[in-house]
């Protein structure tokens, strides 16, 4: 195992560390905690978003905290949900005052933790409500998950509702446009080559040279089949057209997103979107706006995966309304 690391169960400690030290002026840490927050958090009647899960995805979801997307995140250790005690620290820290909402990936583990957060911060009086994020279309159930996997088109969610909560929305606002974007995103992924859990030091699973995992898990979870290395025109076909059995986005606009999973090259990720492109362009669905990068990694996983947004006025509006976070600006 090669890392740059110091111990590998210091990870997420050392690493929230070093975003604190980048981005000085934007986000805070608890202390004692492994909870970042916005700088200037509570910000008063405004509400509060709060996301996280396990480490080895950055920059979810630290990254995403600031003006117009989540005000706190938590961070389990990698691959492990971060417990009820730390989430209940990130709501008690964004509280303004009209409540928080949580935004939670569909993992057994996180979506207890959450659940039982929320319902502590409820005992003390903080209105606290919440989305589940299932936008993976590959399986139905996984060995972490009861119901579709949350994956990369929980970034959508970050900014469409916090976008939301940082114009005024109510707390009941804010949970009407997050449950639309659930509704209308769909996310589809594929893995060339394992990850490595820095406490484990080796790859969490094997494949072989020549061969691709087509609907993994960001946790290396199994996909759907296991095939040859073929082009990125045919993986584009293979992962939308999964997509596009699932959900109708004939006639309408649609947001991309085009996600490494840690280590591919931007330039295979942007070969991936020019046939994703051609794809929608040839069903008649019109592309608005298009992200290309790393967004919800899996450590140092090679491969990616397709996001689509079915878009409407307002969630337009929201998708482009400002944002200034370490890893997102808009």
Known sequence: MKKIINDPN?????????MVAAFPNDVKQLPDTTVIVRK???VANKVGLV???GSGHEPSHAGYVGKGMLDGAVAGEVFTSPTPDQVFEAIKAVDGGAGVFLVIKNYTG???NFEMAAEMAEAEGIKV???VVNDDVAVENSSFTTGRRGIAGTIFVHKIAGAKAEAGGSLEDVKTVAEK???NVRSMGMALTPCTIPAAGKPSFEIAENEMEIGMGIHGEPGIKRKEIASANDIADELVAKILEDIDYSGSEVAVMINGLGSTPEMELFILNARVSEILAEKG???YKTFVGEYMTSLEMAGCSVSLLKLDDELKELLDAEAVTPAFRA
């Not at 210091?10 to 070093?18: E, F, P, T």
């Open 129 to 131: 409500a919440q989305v």
């Open 10 to 18: 210091q990870v997420v400690q050392d690493m929230l560390k070093g």
């Open 51 to 53: 996301s996280g899960g």
């Open 181 to 183: 974007v659930v509704a």
């Open 285 to 287: 669905i019109k592309v």
């Open 40 to 42: 200037e958090s509570p």
């Open 110 to 112: 996180d979506v207890m």
